[in-house]
């Protein structure tokens, strides 16, 4: 089986961090082979709650580091994956288990090197879906040979 990372840089979210790690840990998601939260230098409680998730989960990793901007934070985690592909999000989204469950189907028939796909929107305020166009998915493959 194929399997996934999650890299997810934080900073500042403890309002949003538990939500979208409630949502990783769904048990429908086994392909899942670890979720590493980079705590990017925040001030507020981010970095206890990433490790309150991490001492009741084994797949949840906490990195910390000065505030040095996700993108370095995605690199730093990176180096740290161990799964067959990464799926990067950040700690404000929340993941429907249907749709992670879609892709890692996608990725285990095809075998792509890059999986590109849409995303979808909610409001916070009204609890509900933003209305989308149609999921558009892409496969790459060969990009390297």
């Not at 538990?18 to 939260?37: A, C, H, T, Y």
């Not at 309150?52 to 906490?62: F, H």
């Not at 249907?98 to 590109?116: A, G, M, N, Q, T």
Request: proline letters at 5%.
């Amino acid at each position: 089986m194929k399997t996934i990372s999650v890299v997810v840089p934080a900073f500042n979210s403890e309002d949003t961090l538990p939500r979208l790690l409630q949502s990783l840990l769904d048990p429908s998601l086994e392909f899942l082979k670890e979720i590493i939260v980079v705590n990017d230098g925040s001030t507020d409680n981010t970095e206890s709650i990433a490790q309150k998730y991490a001492s009741e989960s084994s797949k949840v990793k906490v990195l910390s580091q000065v505030n040095s901007g996700a993108g370095v934070a995605r690199n730093s985690a990176l180096k740290l994956t161990s799964g067959d592909y990464v799926f990067f999000c950040d700690a404000d989204d929340v993941v429907d288990s249907i749709k992670l469950c879609e892709i890692h189907k996608r990725i285990s028939f095809s075998d792509p090197d890059i999986l590109v796909f849409t995303y979808g929107l909610f409001n916070q305020d009204s609890n509900k879906p933003v209305p989308m166009p149609a999921r558009d998915w892409r496969c790459y493959s060969s990009l390297y040979k």
